[in-house]
């Protein structure tokens, strides 16, 4: 890109040079450069800088040879800063109110976990006692009488009941007769 260099304008600074003057870093202005986002041209294999052209508008220009004519005062860089740590300390002080809050809504929850602790301690304490009364009622009191015989006790695999015998051919025999397969 040759922008102004046939003018007579600006015969261009060094690449080194312009990206002190920008308050950029040289890798960074070259990659500008080739992307054609600020004004310049290469000339013998190395870049030159139309710095003019390369400031936003508004900003102070650059008397040739005064590189401190781009930047600030003291006083502004000092203001910026405090600028941007005030910013960092109202996002730490919502940061840190937002964690007491958070804090107060643990310490409410873990009250309320040791009050149901507690009462759950209580009831466990009642219920141990009336469990150990309970047994030693159950100690001291007269055997019950067994329940009444019912009219038929259902057969159980232990008892000594005959159980009739199985057909010949067990089942399946039975089935065979039953549907005519015999």
Do not use: C, N
């Not at 013998?44 to 390369?54: C, I, N, S, T, Y």
Request: net charge negative.
């Amino acid at each position: 890109m040759k922008t102004g260099q046939d003018t007579g304008q600006d015969t261009g600074t060094p690449l080194v040079d312009a990206a002190t003057l920008l308050g950029t870093t040289p890798a960074a202005l070259r990659k500008r450069l080739q992307r054609g986002s600020v004004p310049g041209y290469k000339r013998e294999g190395q870049w030159f800088v139309l710095v003019e052209a390369a400031l936003p508008m508004g900003s102070p220009r650059v008397a040739h040879g005064q590189p401190t004519a781009l930047a600030r005062t003291d006083d502004q860089r000092a203001a910026d800063l405090a600028m941007v740590l005030d910013r960092v300390a109202a996002m730490y002080e919502a940061q840190l109110a937002a964690k007491d809050s958070a804090l107060v809504a643990k310490d409410e929850t873990i009250a309320e976990l040791r009050r149901r602790a507690e009462v759950a301690e209580s009831e466990r304490s009642d219920l141990a006692r009336q469990l150990a009364e309970a047994a030693l009622a159950a100690a001291s009191a007269p055997p019950a009488a067994p329940p009444p015989p019912s009219a038929a006790p259902m057969p159980s695999a232990y008892d000594d009941t005959p159980v009739a015998p199985v057909p010949a051919g067990g089942f399946w025999g039975w089935v065979r007769r039953a549907f005519g397969g015999e």
